[in-house]
């Protein structure tokens, strides 16, 4: 039987896990990220975004049959995103037919397999067969310009994981992996 895995547990990583802690079939709520944007909520300005075309979501034996590939992501920013102090998410994700009670993201970011990093929030209580908008305001750690210059020059060597949980039942887990070496126009200020 596999071990089970509470949010007090996750809150003590301090390096990233080596696998993942569950199987995309824990995923029994049928929940389904649709879009998802990453703004500068200084400038205004859009980051990142994506938005699912797909109408329905994945039912559990169609996630049986998916790769690991599909929770997995790399981001590059850019050197300016790490002089940001705050960005906002939003987030768009639909729920199955089953009510979804206490839905919780902790998410945790290292760097070079040390923690900089650990939001926690919770969503709450999610309806049967609904689509819901979850807007989330980061606000980034304070990094020494050794640090900043480290990452920069160690694309995708800072990492996060995304617990989900339900009722503290971790259903869901999403890595990613970023990057700050992209050539962009710089951020406003």
Known sequence: MAKV???????KYEKPTSGYLCPLTSNSY???????KIRDLT??????????????????EQLS?????????????GAEF????????SLTFRVGPKEVPKFRMIERHYF????????????GFCIPNSTNSWEVIYDLPTLSDKTKADMMAA?????????????????MHNKAEYAYTRKDKPLKK
Request: aromatic content about 16%; hydrophobic content about 40%.
């Open 30 to 36: 049928g929940i389904d990220f649709i879009e998802f």
């Open 155 to 171: 694309p995708f060597q800072t990492k996060s994981d995304s617990f989900y949980f339900v009722n503290d039942q971790l259903v």
């Open 5 to 11: 895995v509470s949010p007090a547990d996750v809150l």
């Open 112 to 123: 070079k397999d040390k923690l900089i990093k650990s939001f926690d929030f919770t969503f």
């Open 65 to 77: 049959q998916m790769d690991d590939s599909v929770r997995f992501i790399q981001y590059d920013f």
């Open 43 to 60: 400038g205004d300005r859009v980051l990142f975004h994506v938005k699912s075309d797909i109408e329905t979501s994945p039912t559990v």
């Open 82 to 89: 790490l002089a940001l102090k705050t960005v906002g998410t």
